[in-house]
């Protein structure tokens, strides 16, 4: 048994919460196709040179068993993409997932519009080699 601490956004409330659960490191093959899914902004947001701030994206779905990795290439001239999220719960990869906004960090002065392209997700279909336990919530934890 390995008891983790899983902190997320509430999405209702918008507070951290925070449950101990009880999961295991698992196996996955990566399959030699993939596909590109675009990151393309839902709102505007100012930047100062070398700032980090949330950027709202549009609701982009990843298939079930599949994991992403964010392509490494500039897609917007302004800055790049640092990290990739959805707010709310954690998603399992065995179920149907998406993300909703991306951490932009802008390298110079400028702004990101709404309906730019800001990046490129890349998405590999997975093989679990062996089927992990799913993680069972043990309690919750006060803040």
Known sequence: M???RIVFKDR???K???EIVDTED?????ATRGSWKMLIADEDVEFEAGEIKPVKIRRTVLPKESIMLRCPVT??????IAAI???????PVEVEREVNYVIFKALEKGKVRKGDLIGVLNVFPVMMVRRAKK????RDEEE
């Open 2 to 4: 390995v008891e983790v």
């Open 12 to 14: 209702e409330t918008g």
């Open 16 to 18: 951290l919460r925070t």
């Open 26 to 30: 698992y196996e996955f093959t990566i």
């Open 75 to 80: 897609r917007h001239g302004l800055g790049y």
């Open 85 to 91: 999220g959805k707010s709310g719960e954690p998603q």
């Open 135 to 138: 993680p069972r919530k043990i």
